[in-house]
């Protein structure tokens, strides 16, 4: 992952990945968070109501809603990033 990626992940979520970001798949709350994500997904768009109704453990509905919202703003910002890029 690309210097630039960290800092964007520091500067959306407020917190730089002391490894890399990928080491967190090993913890079975992100994996588990991460699978009620792709549940919610529909297309290319992330419906959680849609999964609300799975009832599923607090912890976790937290979790994804809070990953749902870092996901779209670090998106966000790598794509205004290299938009900036391509009018150089």
């Not at 964007?8 to 990928?22: D, H, L, S």
């Not at 968070?33 to 599923?56: F, K, M």
């Not at 994804?64 to 966000?76: D, G, I, M, P, W």
Request: net charge positive; glycine share 4%.
């Amino acid at each position: 992952m690309a210097v630039t990626e960290l800092d964007v992940i520091e500067r959306q979520t407020g917190a730089r990945p002391p490894t890399c970001p990928w080491k967190a798949f090993e913890d079975p709350v992100v994996r588990d968070t991460l699978e009620l994500y792709r549940a919610s997904r529909i297309g290319s768009d992330a419906h959680l109501a849609s999964v609300r109704v799975l009832n599923p453990p607090h912890h976790l509905w937290l979790g994804v809603q809070h990953y749902s919202h870092a996901l779209q703003k670090v998106r966000e910002e790598l794509a205004a990033q290299r938009e900036k890029r391509r009018k150089k």
